[in-house]
């Protein structure tokens, strides 16, 4: 079983900050790609960012970049995503997602809240 546990969202204004958690359990692994989507009301499930579970590379969606840094701890089995600058357009239900490295299964967190107030 493979469980993602999102958490760290909330209620804040415009330019403040905000980290959010994703925590693995059951049978993932250090070399699965581990990142974060998000979907507002009445859009489409967007890309937010990445990390590789082997090379340490990263990605980021051009609507974040720079104001978000996408970090994880392997002995904690936590991926983060630090949020700075945050704006309106930022709020979303946050999700994360793991996928095998082969591609063959991929799995959801249930997500997390950001609402960003002007």
């Known amino acids: 079983e493979v469980q993602l546990q999102a958490s760290g969202g909330g209620l804040v204004q415009a330019g403040e900050s905000l980290t959010l958690s994703c925590a693995a359990s059951g049978s993932t692994f250090d070399d699965w790609p581990i990142g974060w989507f998000r979907q507002a009301p009445g859009k489409e499930r967007e890309g937010v960012s990445c990390?590789?579970?082997?090379?340490?590379?990263?990605y980021y969606g051009d609507s974040v970049k720079g104001r978000v840094t996408i970090s994880k701890d392997n002995s904690k089995r936590t991926v983060y995503l630090q949020m700075n600058s945050l704006k309106p357009e930022d709020t979303a239900v946050y999700y994360c997602?793991?996928?095998?490295?082969?591609?063959?299964?991929?799995?959801w967190g249930q997500g997390t809240q950001v609402t960003v107030s002007s």
């Open positions: 990390i590789s579970g082997s090379a340490g590379s990263t």
């Open positions: 997602n793991v996928r095998q490295r082969d591609g063959l299964a991929n799995y």
